[in-house]
């Protein structure tokens, strides 16, 4: 049973910084698709960032080049760097794994509806 758990969040001023992370356990698949998607109150998921096991990372346009994405694979933990923050990044940001077949591992994007996610952690940027 995959355990995913998220900290990091909290509330920031519009052009700072947080850094999520995500301890997962509870796997041991060696070809998977990790990623980060966030939800603000009343709209509808957002997928912003994922990265595979083969180290690939696609982000979504709203969150490029301001985000990264990045794992530790040693400490089996998901980071989301964030920087830029913007008012309209508040929202709750929730970690996601899903484990993929090698041979369907570009499947694996910032879109990719993942089955296995954490409670959340909340991010709150104000103007």
């Known amino acids: 049973q995959v355990q995913l758990v998220e900290s990091g969040g909290g509330s920031v001023q519009a052009g700072g910084s947080l850094r999520l992370s995500c301890a997962a356990s509870g796997y041991a698949a060696r070809s998977y698709c990790m990623g980060w998607f966030r939800q603000a109150p009343g709209k509808a998921r957002e997928g912003i960032a994922s990265?595979?096991?083969?180290?690939?990372?696609i982000y979504a346009n709203s969150v490029k080049d301001r985000f990264i994405i990045s794992q530790d694979n040693d400490k089996n933990t998901l980071y989301l760097q964030m920087n830029n923050l913007k008012p309209e990044d508040t929202a709750t940001y929730y970690c996601?794994?899903?484990?993929?077949?090698?041979?369907?591992?570009?499947?694996?994007?910032?879109?990719?509806?993942?089955?296995?996610y954490g409670p959340g952690t909340q991010v709150t940027v104000s103007s």
């Open positions: 990265i595979d096991s083969d180290g690939r990372a």
């Open positions: 996601a794994f899903e484990q993929l077949p090698p041979q369907i591992l570009s499947h694996c994007t910032a879109g990719y509806r993942w089955s296995h």
